[in-house]
């Protein structure tokens, strides 16, 4: 039933397990708009408060506003409790900080008392240093004087440590007064409780101190350098001043000493580059320019040729090591100085370069012999220098001088120079940029062309008399060498070759070669051996002729017998020396001996010349492969040359000269036809003759033949010499049998003695030519059975051996 004016359904009676289930259901949405309403209320500030209260909306009082009521009281007396409470703590806060700020003041007072103090008693020994300066003059001050300067010096060294610590100090100081007018102060608004674990605030008036005694401390720090500078400049000058003399031992103790305290102070204050600039000025340029002059580099020889140079440089390294090596030695204790590189090789290559003429006279003679001599003299100098400067050597005066040192002097510092500490400084002669612009001054490449074109010259002379004289020409020019030992060495025999591998050794002599241009002299040697195997090659190509075109000569100069008047060679025609077998073996011999030299020996003698004593086992193996395979290339262009004059030139020349008796083997059956002359029973007389030629060849050359070619050429000249053979043998056979056809039907058929036929005989001819030809085979050492022509004469001439037999068994009876 509904109302007609709203529509809407009345209620009716429901059952109670709808009721129940209606009841869940709406019991589960209000669990859900409740977890909703918690979620927002987290969400606010004042949502959270009522969270606190309880910690979801089934657990708030029903009555907020009463409770909150009831809260207030209690919270104002809360508020009012923690703020007098922060105010008690604030007031004794700031009286901590009070005396703390006093504390920090008096501890900064006291600091700055004891740095003013300092810089005062620094300024006072500074002041007192110039009434010091006259007494170290004094030739007969006594030894408690001495002993006074020592600590005069000593108290320097003292000024130097609080010039630094007040440089320091005073640096600080300005960072900090600058970083302290800059900053922000961003503890204004920081709502944090005060505490006395919190950091006082910076005090700048320390730093407002220091900043107020800043020109003073820029001054003392000035006058400090100059007062050590000074000091350390007259005690190296009454150094030089004591040299010589009895007591100079003993003396430079003490000035050793005062030298330590100047340099070790000079390095605390970063001026270890004046103490260096000192002992150049001082003691080491006017060492040099007492010894440095033309006269003293040409000493012992002609102007220009610094025959003086090595004395020059072992004079000047001695004297610096007699007069300052205790000072060297001392400065190694101290690496901000560095008196080895820049206080003596650096002013030694300023006064080789300063100077044009000797400048000229070392760096560019223009005469190889001079530029590699003073090359070598320097740059043993540099490469000895640290050791030599460094190196304690202890005589017989110092050890008893040492023995009588007394206990105080004992005590005294004594730097221990290990070879570890002379390498060191050795390697920084060698990093310097001085050195490196001093390596760039010598013009090596131009050596290198100049030593490469006196090699040149040499082998070019030596082919050009060869071309004309033959490969007998006498062109060893080496005096200095013995021919006869070389040979012996090398195992050449042909002048030229011998000339070749003497211009090769030469390169890698003491005398003329420079490790820098190991590379280039390295392919200077492939280029002279390359320019030997392409004269070879060309000749036996006969691109280049040997001998002389025949001119009209003057005929005071000509002779009558053929030989020129100007010349101890005879005049021949030109010819082709390629033709000669024995000549190619010859050379192809020397070529391969050449080849084996390159590759061994003489890649030895290189590596023995660029070695260095520095370096280890694993170093020289690796230099002898990289040097081995530079040499290889050389080798490689040989082989090719050798190869060609045994299997083609040796090869073509002697099977022609075996070839020529073949010709003989038409000349058989005319010895039998119709001559009734008796069944043969030796060979022809021309077999004997087809491989004399290789027999004699071969004898004469067997010890020379290169291991690369083997019996290959042999076997060549064997196989072409009997394909030859057969194929003429072939030919007559089928002669003789056209003729036997021919008389078949003749009824005057002769039959000559024995009961063969001319036919017959000269089928019997042939194969007793054939077994005669195959033992000359064997003779010469070539198997029978691979050579094709012979397996071809024994098929031709097999049916005579019943014809050889029968004649054989009549012959017997």
Not at 249 to 261: A, P, R
Not at 679 to 690: G, L, R, Y
Not at 745 to 754: D, H, L, P, V, Y
Request: proline share 3%; hydrophobic share 35%; aromatic share 6%.
């Amino acid at each position: 039933m509904t109302d007609k004016n709203n529509q809407t359904p009345l209620p009716t009676a429901l059952p109670t397990t709808a009721l129940e289930s209606k009841l869940k259901s709406l019991r589960e949405q209000s669990q859900k708009h409740s977890q909703a309403l918690t979620q927002k209320l987290a969400t606010s500030q004042s949502g959270q408060n009522l969270l606190h209260i309880g910690t979801s909306l089934s657990t708030l009082p029903p009555d907020l506003h009463s409770l909150l009521t009831h809260l207030h009281p209690l919270l104002s007396d809360i508020e009012d409790y923690e703020t007098s409470s922060v105010e008690l703590l604030q007031d004794l806060v700031h009286r901590a900080n009070e005396v703390r700020i006093l504390q920090r003041r008096m501890e900064h007072a006291r600091q700055c008392a004891q740095l003013y103090e300092d810089l005062q008693a620094s300024e006072q020994t500074i002041q007192r240093n110039e009434q010091y300066g006259t007494l170290i003059q004094d030739e007969d001050l006594e030894r408690d004087g001495i002993l006074d300067q020592v600590d005069h010096v000593h108290s320097l060294e003292r000024a130097a440590h609080t010039t630094l610590s007040l440089v320091q100090d005073l640096t600080h100081s300005t960072s900090q007064v600058s970083a302290t007018t800059t900053t922000l102060d961003s503890n204004a608004t920081t709502r944090t409780l005060p505490s006395l674990r919190t950091p006082l605030e910076h005090d700048s008036e320390r730093a407002q101190f220091l900043m107020k005694l800043a020109p003073r401390i820029r001054r003392l720090e000035s006058d400090t350098i100059k007062a050590l500078s000074t000091r350390l400049e007259s005690v190296l000058q009454q150094l030089q001043q004591e040299e010589g003399q009895e007591h100079a031992h003993v003396d430079q103790t003490m000035e050793l000493t005062m030298i330590g305290h100047c340099m070790r102070g000079l390095a605390l204050l970063g001026k270890g580059k004046e103490a260096e600039n000192v002992f150049a000025r001082v003691a080491i340029m006017p060492l040099i320019r007492s010894k440095v002059s033309m006269g003293r580099l040409d000493e012992g020889g002609s102007r220009g040729e610094c025959t003086g140079l090595f004395s020059l440089l072992d004079d000047i390294a001695c004297s610096i090591s007699q007069n300052f090596g205790q000072v060297l030695r001392l400065s190694e204790s101290i690496p901000e100085i560095d008196l080895v590189t820049e206080g003596v090789w650096v002013p030694i290559a300023t006064a080789l370069m300063a100077d044009a003429a000797i400048k000229m006279a070392i760096f560019s003679p223009g005469i190889a012999s001079i530029l590699q001599a003073n090359y070598t003299a320097l740059n043993t100098f540099l490469s000895e220098l640290a050791e030599r400067l460094l190196q304690e050597k202890v005589d017989k005066q110092s050890s008893h001088i040492a023995a009588e040192r007394d206990a105080l002097e004992s005590f005294y510092y004594r730097p221990s120079i290990t070879t570890e500490t002379i390498q060191q400084a050795q390697d920084r002669i060698y990093a310097h940029s001085m050195t490196a612009d001093f390596s760039k001054r010598w013009n090596l490449p131009i050596y290198y062309q100049l030593r490469f074109g006196e090699s040149c010259s040499r082998l070019n002379h030596a082919i050009t008399r060869t071309q004309i004289e033959g490969w007998l020409a006498d062109v060893f020019t080496d005096y200095e060498t013995d021919e006869d030992l070389l040979k012996s060495a090398s195992g050449l025999e042909q002048q030229l070759f011998l000339e070749l591998y003497d211009i090769l050794l030469g390169l890698w002599r003491p005398e003329v070669i420079l490790r820098p241009l190991t590379h280039r002299f390295l392919r200077g040697s492939v280029q002279l051996v390359g320019r030997v195997v392409s004269f070879v090659s060309d000749g036996l190509e006969g691109k280049i002729k040997f001998g002389q075109e025949k001119q009209l000569i003057d005929a005071a100069s000509e002779n009558g017998d053929g030989t020129n008047g100007d010349a101890s060679y005879f005049v021949r025609d030109p010819y082709c020396w390629g033709d000669d077998v024995k000549e190619v073996a010859t050379i192809a011999w020397e070529l391969t001996v050449l080849e084996s030299r390159m590759t061994h020996d003489y890649v030895e003698i290189v590596v023995q010349a660029v070695d260095s004593p520095e370096n280890s086992e694993s170093d020289r193996t690796e230099l002898r492969s990289i040097v081995k395979e530079v040499l290889l290339e050389a080798s490689q262009q040989i082989n090719p040359v050798v190869q060609k004059s045994w299997n083609e030139i040796i090869v073509s020349n002697l099977s022609e000269k075996c070839s020529g008796p073949l010709a003989a083997v038409k000349g058989v059956a005319a010895t039998y036809r119709m001559t009734n002359r008796p069944p043969p029973t030796n060979a022809s007389p021309f077999v004997a003759t087809i491989l004399r030629p290789l027999k004699e060849f071969d004898d004469e050359f067997k010890h020379k033949i290169p291991p690369q070619v083997g019996m290959r050429w042999k076997q060549t000249i064997v196989t072409t010499v009997a394909n030859r053979y057969s194929s003429a043998v072939q030919e007559l056979i089928a002669t003789v049998q056209r003729t036997e056809e021919a008389l078949k039907n003749r009824k005057a058929r002769r039959m000559s003695a024995g009961g063969m036929s001319d036919g017959e005989k000269v089928k019997l001819q042939l194969y007793l030519d054939y077994m005669e030809f195959s033992r000359n085979v064997k003779e010469v050492g070539v198997n029978v059975a691979t050579v094709e022509g012979v397996s071809k004469l024994k098929d031709l001439t097999i049916a005579a051996e019943s014809l050889h037999q029968r004649n054989h068994a009549n012959g017997s009876s």
